[in-house]
């Protein structure tokens, strides 16, 4: 049963990642401006915030790290309830990741955004330098290529 998740995970992650860049190519405008008014009105600076974690390296660091290690997060339930032979609760952690990932290619085909870090000021902050989504360049050439 192990072998069988790790395939489907890597299947279904695989196909998401794909879809995704494949969305890109739809064109939409970007939604940047509009969800940074939606935070601002929930109270929410994102500027703030990336202006905090850039002046405190740990956190900076720490949040970087566990960015890194997302892959790790998603493999480590997979094999603890696999080896708990807990199959019920590996299938519907199977099945919630493969709903995340189809919403988050819909939502993010339809209302794409560059990233406030990655696309409005990333290259002003030194240390806080991801933005958890597809790098800038690569999302400018996918909608570039868009006929």
Same mark, same amino acid.
């Given at each position: ?18 879809? &995704?860049? =494949? !969305?890109?190519?739809?064109? #939409? *405008?970007?939604?940047?401006?509009? @969800? ?5 009105? /929930? ?24 960015? &890194?290690? =997302? !892959?790790?997060?998603?493999? #480590? *339930?997979?094999?603890?309830?696999? @080896? ?5 609760? /590996? ?27 990655? !696309? ?28």
């Amino acid at each position: 049963m192990l072998s069988l998740s790790v395939l489907f995970a890597v299947t279904v992650s695989s196909f998401g990642a794909m879809t &995704a860049y =494949i !969305g890109q190519t739809l064109k #939409l *405008p970007l939604q940047d401006a509009t @969800f940074v008014a939606i935070d601002r009105s /929930l109270g929410f600076d994102w500027h703030s915030i990336v202006c905090w974690t850039d002046l405190n390296p740990i956190i900076a660091r720490t949040l970087e790290f566990v960015h &890194a290690t =997302i !892959g790790f997060q998603i493999a #480590l *339930p997979i094999l603890v309830l696999a @080896f708990l032979n807990r199959l019920n609760r /590996l299938r519907v952690y199977l099945a919630g990741m493969s709903l995340a990932i189809l919403l988050t290619v819909v939502i993010g085909s339809l209302l794409p955004a560059a990233g406030l870090v990655g !696309g409005q000021f990333g290259a002003n902050f030194s240390v806080l330098q991801f933005s958890g989504a597809t790098p800038l360049q690569h999302l400018e050439i996918l909608r570039a290529s868009a006929k």
